[in-house]
């Protein structure tokens, strides 16, 4: 009796031991199946083939990150130096005609260049790796700004297969992403280096009396981390088919996230590239299923930091119990982890089959199922889009989910593609950028499921309808009310949108045409301030120190143009005016009040009720117009009380 309750104790000691040293893969197993049995489309070859896809440019870059965790570093800087790469191999390939090859090689040399700086800095500086990498974040990114003037450029053909397919269904993103991984395992397991980032993250000051050049060994590590940003940049660009100057933001801390999750730690001398591996599909498993079940992405946000603290606390649970991670290349029975994995699979294949039981034999009417993707929900623009399409959603009866790309072109392509998998009806696009989009809007085609555009086109693909008002049409009545307003003459400046983005490129281009009409006028500063009312107003305080004497503002969107009013104080509505875009409900207010003189609006929760109407009927198979164009009017004091909205 004893013996066998000494036998289950020690086997309930050996399960317990074996969850905690391989926490992230249990993780993993256990989100896998709880996916499986609350979604009936996340078990299918295409859907896990996104996950590949959608989890690859966050684990390149996450690859890197774990040689700078493992040596007790930080880099924030991964995300903005792939941007960087990115337009530098587009720019040099297209504007200036280098051979590919060449702008490729330059492209990874700007990324280690970008890294020799941050190690530069860090080693010979002094600096602090979070302030060293927190300067090249913004550096790099000013870079990629400048050298693309705020504008996607696209990218060379050859090296957009990048982001195909190989026979047809083996994405190529997923291939790259292996590769990097088998690197970083050989030069974490099998290398001098290391081995001297494992020593360097265990005891900084003891691998120096051993003999280690730890500067220089510095400057190899993140050297290594922006080589693996500038390959991500260059997957991710080609994923899009264009290079975005935008492209990447935030990413750094999903990178970081997926090392953690992979159970590495930022005290160093932990880590390897399985874990960071698992990392990063965990992170690709919880917005993909969460994008299934039709979770907010505001909550997507809570859950996925949630895990990540999980994770943290895992890992703090762990060393408590005496369960270390076993470092690559430090010894360990590399059997025993190799079983552990197949035995793993073995587990959740079986566990997984099982429970696609629960969904077989049952079939939803998915053509009364709609996936809105908008571009962003921080913007109240959007929102009323949003709130015109679920009101008209409800009316008609049908299933409408709505993500939330938050102005990422490429969060905006996974979100695409999820909802291809599910097979819905129809699917409504408001695109973060009408050629990014392109690629993830191809893939819809491919489905034979019907695309409906709202707001703003796509180009290079087949939409059923394009539900929008006309930007350009909009700018050039922005710019005749304003120029006529200040009597044909004065000096005026520009806030524009998010750089990169079409309907800023659209309305500053409507605008300019249309000021060519007035040549009294003058556009002393054009800056960006991202379509955000506190960036609208930090930009026009710097811009009024310089420009004391402007007549005039034109703001791209409505709340740009709040916060230039705030700003301008006194003077808005009276020695300066002020016209925005958009007609959202605090532009009214500000009409009303006065101190806006005008918005051109645009009736966003029509578009929004429009656009679903348009994809119930195509679903039904109905016939559509190919362009549906909302009218936009110029709402002045006179007639605000006339519009509705």
Same mark, same amino acid.
């Given at each position: 009796?004893?013996?066998?309750?000494?036998?289950?104790?020690?086997?309930?000691?050996?399960?317990?031991?074996?969850?905690?040293?391989?926490?992230?893969?249990?993780?993993?197993?256990?989100?896998?199946?709880?996916?499986?049995?609350?979604?009936?489309?996340?078990?299918?070859?295409?859907?896990?083939?996104?996950?590949?896809?959608?989890?690859?440019?966050?684990?390149?870059?996450?690859?890197?990150?774990?040689?700078?965790?493992?040596?007790?570093?930080?880099?924030?800087?991964?995300?903005?130096?792939?941007?960087?790469?990115?337009?530098?191999?587009?720019?040099?390939?297209?504007?200036?005609?280098?051979?590919?090859?060449?702008?490729?090689?330059?492209?990874?040399?700007?990324?280690?260049?970008?890294?020799?700086?941050?190690?530069?800095?860090?080693?010979?500086?002094?600096?602090?790796?979070?302030?060293?990498?927190?300067?090249?974040?913004?550096?790099?990114?000013?870079?990629?700004?400048?050298?693309?003037?705020?504008?996607?450029?696209?990218?060379?053909?050859?090296?957009?297969?990048?982001?195909?397919?190989?026979?047809?269904?083996?994405?190529?993103?997923?291939?790259?992403?292996?590769?990097?991984?088998?690197?970083?395992?050989?030069?974490?397991?099998?290398?001098?280096?290391?081995?001297?980032?494992?020593?360097?993250?265990?005891?900084?000051?003891?691998?120096?009396?051993?003999?280690?050049?730890?500067?220089?060994?510095?400057?190899?590590?993140?050297?290594?981390?922006?080589?693996?940003?500038?390959?991500?940049?260059?997957?991710?660009?080609?994923?899009?088919?264009?290079?975005?100057?935008?492209?990447?933001?935030?990413?750094?801390?999903?990178?970081?996230?997926?090392?953690?999750?992979?159970?590495?730690?930022?005290?160093?001398?932990?880590?390897?590239?399985?874990?960071?591996?698992?990392?990063?599909?965990?992170?690709?498993?919880?917005?993909?299923?969460?994008?299934?079940?039709?979770?907010?992405?505001?909550?997507?946000?809570?859950?996925?930091?949630?895990?990540?603290?999980?994770?943290?606390?895992?890992?703090?649970?762990?060393?408590?119990?005496? /369960?270390?991670?076993?470092? &690559?290349? +430090?010894?360990?029975? !590399? #059997?025993?982890?190799? *079983?552990?994995?197949? %035995?793993? $699979? =073995?587990?959740?294949?079986?566990?997984?089959?099982?429970?696609?039981?629960?969904?077989?034999?049952?079939?939803?009417?998915?053509?009364?199922?709609?996936?809105?993707?908008?571009?962003?929900?921080?913007?109240?623009?959007?929102?009323?889009?949003?709130?015109?399409?679920?009101?008209?959603?409800?009316?008609?009866?049908?299933?409408?989910?709505?993500?939330?790309?938050?102005?990422?072109?490429?969060?905006?392509?996974?979100?695409?593609?999820?909802?291809?998998?599910?097979?819905?009806?129809?699917?409504?696009?408001? /695109?973060?950028?009408?050629? &990014?989009? +392109?690629?993830?809007? !191809? #893939?819809?085609?491919? *489905?034979?499921?019907? %695309?409906? $555009? =709202?707001?703003?086109?796509?180009?290079?693909?087949?939409?059923?309808?394009?539900?929008?008002?006309?930007?350009?049409?909009?700018?050039?009545?922005?710019?005749?009310?304003?120029?006529?307003?200040?009597?044909?003459?004065?000096?005026?400046?520009?806030?524009?949108?998010?750089?990169?983005?079409?309907?800023?490129?659209?309305?500053?281009?409507?605008?300019?045409?249309?000021?060519?009409?007035?040549?009294?006028?003058?556009?002393?500063?054009?800056?960006?301030?991202?379509?955000?009312?506190?960036?609208?107003?930090?930009?026009?305080?710097?811009?009024?120190?310089?420009?004391?004497?402007?007549?005039?503002?034109? *703001?791209?969107?409505?709340?740009? $143009?709040?916060?230039?009013?705030?700003?301008?104080?006194?003077?808005?509505?009276?020695?300066?005016?002020?016209?925005?875009?958009?007609?959202?409900?605090?532009?009214?207010?500000?009409?009303?009040?006065?101190?806006?003189?005008?918005?051109?609006?645009?009736?966003?929760?029509?578009?929004?009720?429009?656009?679903?109407?348009?994809?119930?009927?195509?679903?039904?198979?109905?016939?559509?117009?190919?362009?549906?164009?909302?009218?936009?009017?110029?709402?002045?004091?006179?007639?605000?009380?006339?519009?509705?909205?």
């Amino acid at each position: 009796m004893a013996t066998d309750t000494l036998k289950s104790t020690t086997g309930a000691s050996g399960l317990r031991r074996l969850l905690l040293d391989n926490g992230a893969l249990t993780a993993l197993i256990v989100l896998v199946i709880a996916m499986s049995a609350l979604s009936g489309d996340f078990l299918t070859t295409d859907n896990l083939l996104n996950v590949g896809v959608q989890a690859a440019v966050t684990a390149i870059l996450a690859f890197g990150v774990t040689f700078v965790i493992v040596s007790a570093g930080i880099d924030l800087s991964v995300g903005s130096v792939a941007a960087l790469s990115a337009t530098v191999l587009a720019w040099s390939a297209t504007s200036e005609g280098m051979p590919v090859v060449l702008a490729v090689l330059l492209a990874i040399a700007t990324g280690i260049a970008c890294g020799l700086v941050n190690g530069f800095l860090i080693s010979y500086g002094k600096l602090p790796p979070f302030i060293a990498t927190l300067a090249m974040l913004s550096v790099a990114r000013g870079l990629s700004l400048v050298i693309s003037q705020g504008s996607p450029i696209a990218f060379p053909s050859s090296i957009s297969h990048l982001g195909d397919t190989l026979g047809g269904w083996l994405p190529v993103p997923v291939l790259v992403m292996v590769g990097m991984g088998l690197i970083t395992a050989f030069v974490l397991g099998r290398t001098y280096i290391g081995r001297s980032m494992y020593a360097i993250g265990g005891n900084e000051e003891a691998a120096r009396l051993s003999g280690l050049r730890v500067k220089k060994q510095k400057l190899a590590i993140y050297a290594f981390s922006g080589l693996f940003a500038a390959a991500a940049g260059i997957v991710l660009a080609a994923r899009l088919s264009s290079a975005q100057p935008q492209a990447a933001q935030g990413y750094e801390l999903d990178a970081i996230a997926a090392v953690v999750i992979g159970g590495a730690s930022l005290a160093g001398g932990t880590g390897k590239a399985s874990g960071t591996l698992i990392g990063a599909l965990i992170l690709a498993v919880l917005r993909n299923g969460l994008n299934l079940l039709s979770v907010s992405a505001f909550w997507q946000q809570v859950v996925i930091g949630v895990v990540i603290a999980l994770a943290v606390l895992l890992d703090t649970v762990r060393r408590k119990a005496g /369960a270390t991670p076993v470092a &690559a290349g +430090t010894g360990g029975n !590399k #059997g025993k982890q190799a *079983a552990t994995y197949v %035995l793993a $699979a =073995v587990v959740a294949a079986a566990i997984v089959g099982a429970t696609s039981l629960l969904h077989s034999g049952t079939s939803e009417a998915k053509s009364q199922k709609i996936g809105l993707s908008l571009s962003t929900l921080n913007n109240p623009f959007f929102v009323q889009i949003r709130a015109g399409a679920q009101a008209e959603a409800k009316k008609l009866g049908v299933d409408l989910t709505v993500t939330d790309a938050q102005n990422d072109a490429s969060q905006q392509a996974n979100q695409l593609q999820n909802f291809t998998s599910e097979g819905l009806g129809t699917i409504i696009v408001n /695109a973060v950028d009408s050629d &990014a989009v +392109t690629p993830a809007a !191809k #893939g819809v085609n491919k *489905a034979g499921i019907p %695309l409906v $555009a =709202v707001d703003r086109a796509v180009n290079n693909a087949d939409t059923a309808a394009l539900v929008a008002s006309d930007n350009v049409a909009g700018g050039k009545l922005a710019a005749k009310d304003l120029a006529e307003k200040l009597g044909g003459k004065g000096k005026i400046v520009v806030l524009q949108g998010q750089a990169g983005t079409s309907a800023s490129r659209e309305r500053g281009a409507g605008f300019t045409e249309g000021l060519k009409a007035y040549p009294g006028i003058e556009v002393v500063a054009k800056q960006p301030a991202d379509w955000d009312r506190t960036k609208g107003l930090d930009v026009m305080t710097n811009l009024l120190q310089a420009n004391p004497d402007i007549d005039g503002v034109f *703001a791209e969107n409505d709340e740009m $143009a709040l916060g230039a009013i705030k700003a301008l104080g006194s003077k808005a509505g009276k020695s300066v005016q002020v016209i925005g875009f958009d007609g959202t409900e605090d532009g009214l207010k500000a009409v009303k009040a006065g101190t806006l003189y005008a918005s051109v609006a645009q009736q966003p929760a029509e578009l929004g009720r429009i656009a679903v109407q348009n994809a119930v009927k195509v679903a039904e198979g109905g016939k559509v117009e190919k362009s549906v164009m909302v009218p936009v009017k110029v709402v002045t004091k006179e007639n605000v009380a006339d519009f509705a909205g």
